[in-house]
T-cell receptor, first 116, second 116 residues
Framework: DSGVTQTPKHLITATGQRVTLRCSPR?????VYWYQQSLDQGLQFLIQ???????AKGNILERFSAQQFPDLHSELNLSSLELGDSALYFC???????????????FGPGTRLTVL | AQKITQTQPGMFVQEKEAVTLDCTYD???????LFWYKQPSSGEMIFLIY??????QNATEGRYSLNFQKARKSANLVISASQLGDSAMYFC?????????????FGKGTMLLVSP
């Protein structure tokens, strides 16, 4: 158990809908990251937050948004869902920015999103 | 160019044997970190081992060791005395730079199957 929690574990929805994925980082971690894992694209970084502020952005679609709240939990919002958004969405957390490349990211169990 | 290359889509090994999973990387940054993660069929991403670019010795964590050859830009994972529970997908990843804002870039993974 990494200490990172994600809810829900599974989500099935229809095209055009909007969903929210939730992540709680490990105790003491200030950075939260979101990744998408699909069969064709592999593991792709979406976005990073550090202590409530966005710090890095990857291949995140405009239909997707995220935020990190004062209690450090984070939510990833996916809207106008398409079939191609079906994937495993991971949240990861790490201590924070000062560690640089030594700052190990610990992953949550993931949310499996299926868009029908 | 791909930053992380894992050339072995799949590997087979018998229980109790050692196995090496290959990873080569591409970066011009002198400061970087290399990570290996394990993803069993249940889906979670489990951190295994970390190697920093300035580390003089190869990293070890229990049955896992990282064969770091800087000049060849390779960071192979060695699993000694394989167990059935080692059957999983293994990902090599890299994080560049001193800033904690840099992201993890993953390879496509190697599927390891351990047979009795």
């Amino acid at each position: 158990d990494s200490g990172v929690t994600q809810t829900p574990k599974h989500l099935i929805t229809a095209t055009g809908q909007r969903v929210t994925l939730r992540c709680s980082p490990r105790s003491g971690d200030l950075s939260v990251y979101w990744y998408q894992q699909s069969l064709d694209q592999g593991l792709q970084f979406l976005i990073q937050y550090y202590n409530g502020e966005e710090r890095a952005k990857g291949n995140i679609l405009e239909r997707f948004s995220a935020q990190q709240f004062p209690d450090l939990h984070s939510e990833l919002n996916l809207s106008s869902l398409e079939l191609g958004d079906s994937a495993l969405y991971f949240c990861a957390s790490s201590v924070g920015v000062s560690g640089g490349h030594t700052d190990t990211q610990y992953f949550g169990p993931g949310t499996r999103l299926t868009v029908l | 160019a791909q930053k992380i290359t894992q050339t072995q889509p799949g590997m087979f090994v018998q229980e109790k044997e050692a196995v090496t999973l290959d990873c080569t990387y591409d970066t011009s940054d002198p400061s970087y970190g290399l990570f290996w993660y394990k993803q069993p069929s249940s889906g979670e991403m489990i951190f295994l081992i970390y190697q920093g670019s300035y580390d003089q010795q190869n990293a070890t964590e229990g049955r896992y060791s990282l064969n770091f050859q800087k000049a060849r830009k390779s960071a192979n994972l060695v699993i000694s005395a394989s167990q059935l529970g080692d059957s999983a997908m293994y990902f090599c990843a890299m994080r560049e730079g001193q800033s904690g804002y840099s992201t993890l870039t993953f390879g496509k993974g190697t599927m390891l199957l351990v047979s009795p």
